[in-house]
């Protein structure tokens, strides 16, 4: 029997444009007189739909969809991942307010299979994730049963996402019911080091249940999500039999009866920069496109982070649509604007430079009878933050440029950011990226270039906000490279100050540090959406009220 996986990257909504891509892949897997070709979960109207499942508008429109691929799957078997309706109730009976009740209907996350105009079968996904960025059970109703799917030589178990993850027998149990295939559809979302954790988890199922599994995952970029593809096949010993490209579409063809001549790229995933930098190419372009931007623009101070998200764009957007604005200030180092201007040239990029000393003054004078001669202090420093993000945000209202923020997990974490200033934008690239981390993709960004693109000296001199004479970021904050791993073991690892000072670190670092985290969270709120890269991404992957009593420290 032979399989096609098509590992698809698709649009939330878009049901026109995923139903035309489903049937290219169809019509594609018919050319190479595949007899199943197996779709990502969900891969209909995308991952997660969130509340258009409330909309009956759009279950209609669903019901279309399905009904379409169903026509185009004439004489090949396609396993689609879909939203189902209970068969047993009428579309005009629909209460969206009451899914999953005896006196409404029911919607469930299946796997269907579609063959000659018809769905021939369906499996309901059995276990719902609520943890994460995940809340299936706000809208789909769980299976309580599964089924085996019966074609040619081979008895499937088809399976959704979290069903081959949660360790309670439900893959033993098809092995008994007769199983000698299992197909797994996916929409598991990228975070660094996720990729080995799979491999790991379907290497070890084929071996323990002796059954060979397929593994059809999704790719693409939804909003602070990336989707990495890497779908992947075992045999029954556990063996690699194919593994398709990640951060990229790709369409596998697989002969079960003859595996292993199956020509595939082999791939190497150590380097766990190559992952975050894939993962935030892929992101941000498919918000910018799947969202109508047409260009970017970013506020480019010489410093490590702005160069780096310059440096992204580029390479995730092309050059013709990239703006960048130098916006030198009273306490702007000719360094820097020469860092800058250098960053621009190597990207190939005329800059739009526009000074804020003026603009600065103003700001002062107008004050002046309020502020009454009180001492300059961060109130002033961070006028000079909210002017430059004034002015990108006009350039952004003028011209439809979307403004990408430059701030990174450190300073998101601490407050080292300034609300209605450099957080002032539509979506933060490096938003779950320590600034330990920042340098060493930059570092991996000038090897990986023909040329260099992050000067040197950007990398040498100590990092600095310039709000103030002679300010760097370590006359407020410890060096990072103590800070960020305080932050890991309290946010990403969850341990107590206790045992992070039994660690070896100072405690009144690490006090300030846990103190500076809560009384930032209402800052947070406020922050743009950003590419999650760890399984605790401030705002979607961790979740905390503003007014919280239990954790300031002293």
């Known amino acids: 029997m032979k399989l096609g996986i098509a590992q698809i990257n698709v649009t939330v909504g878009d049901l026109l444009g995923n139903t035309q891509k489903i049937i290219n892949y169809i019509n594609k897997a018919k050319e190479e007189k595949l007899d199943i070709v197996v779709f990502p979960e969900l891969a209909l109207c995308g991952y997660p739909p969130k509340d258009l499942l409330f909309r009956k508008d759009f279950i209609l429109a669903l019901k279309k969809s399905i009904k379409a691929i169903s026509e185009a799957s004439w004489g090949i078997y396609t396993i689609l991942g879909s939203v189902e309706v209970d068969g047993r109730l009428k579309l005009s009976h629909l209460d969206l307010s009451r899914q999953c009740d005896s006196s409404g209907y029911k919607i469930y996350n299946s796997a269907l299979v579609l063959y000659n105009n018809s769905i021939v079968f369906s499996q309901r996904k059995t276990y719902l994730p609520t943890y994460d960025v995940f809340n299936e059970e706000r809208y789909f109703c769980a299976a309580d049963y599964t089924k085996i799917f019966k074609i040619k030589d081979y008895k499937l178990g088809i399976t959704v996402c979290e069903d081959i993850w949660v360790n309670n027998g439900l893959i033993k149990n098809l092995v008994q019911k007769g199983v000698n295939l299992i197909v797994n559809i996916s929409a598991s979302p990228f975070y660094v080091g996720k990729y080995k954790i799979r491999q790991k988890l379907l290497t070890n199922l084929a071996k323990i249940h002796k059954i060979p599994i397929i593994y059809c995952n999704l790719v693409g970029g939804l ?80 410093g490590i982070d702005s160069a780096v998200v310059a440096a992204l764009a580029v390479k995730a957007l092309g050059k013709e649509n990239v703006e960048l604005v130098i916006m030198p200030g009273p306490y702007s180092s000719a360094a820097s604007v020469t860092d800058a201007q250098r960053v621009a040239k190597n990207l190939s990029i005329k800059p739009h430079v526009i000074s804020i000393n003026k603009l600065y003054e103003a700001y002062l004078k107008t004050l002046a009878p309020k502020f009454k001669n009180l001492p300059f202090d961060s109130t002033e420093e961070n006028i000079q933050a909210r002017i430059r993000g004034n002015l990108l945000m006009a350039l952004s209202n003028k011209f439809g440029w979307l403004v990408l923020i430059t701030g990174n997990k450190s300073e998101f974490a601490t407050g080292y950011t300034t609300l209605y200033g450099d957080m002032a934008g539509g979506f933060g690239v490096i938003a779950d990226l320590y600034k330990t981390k920042v340098y060493e993709l930059a570092h991996y960004i000038n090897k ?107």
């Open 223 to 302: 909003d602070e999500l990336v989707f990495d593809g890497g779908s992947m096949g075992y045999d029954g010993n556990g063996k690699l039999i194919f593994e398709a490209k990640r951060f990229a579409e790709d369409f596998i063809v697989c002969d079960l009866a003859n595996p292993y001549p199956i020509k595939y790229p082999k791939q190497k995933w150590d380097n766990e920069i190559e992952e975050i930098y894939c993962a935030l190419i892929l992101g941000l372009k498919d918000y910018v496109q799947k969202n109508n931007f047409k260009k970017v623009v970013i506020g480019l101070s010489g």
């Open 448 to 554: 990986t270039s023909k040329c260099e693109i992050i000067p040197k000296s950007i990398f040498k001199k100590p990092p600095s906000a310039e709000l103030r004479p002679g300010q760097t970021d370590q006359s407020d904050l410890p060096p990072y490279e103590i800070l960020d791993k305080i932050i890991y073991l309290y946010i990403e690892k969850n341990k107590t100050k206790e045992e992070i000072i039994a660690m070896g670190f100072t405690k009144k670092v690490v006090c300030e540090t846990i103190s500076r985290i809560y009384r930032n969270e209402y800052k947070r709120k406020q922050a743009p959406v950003g590419i999650k890269l760890t399984p605790k991404a401030f705002v979607s992957g961790r979740l905390m009220t503003i007014t919280n009593r239990f954790f300031f420290v002293s």
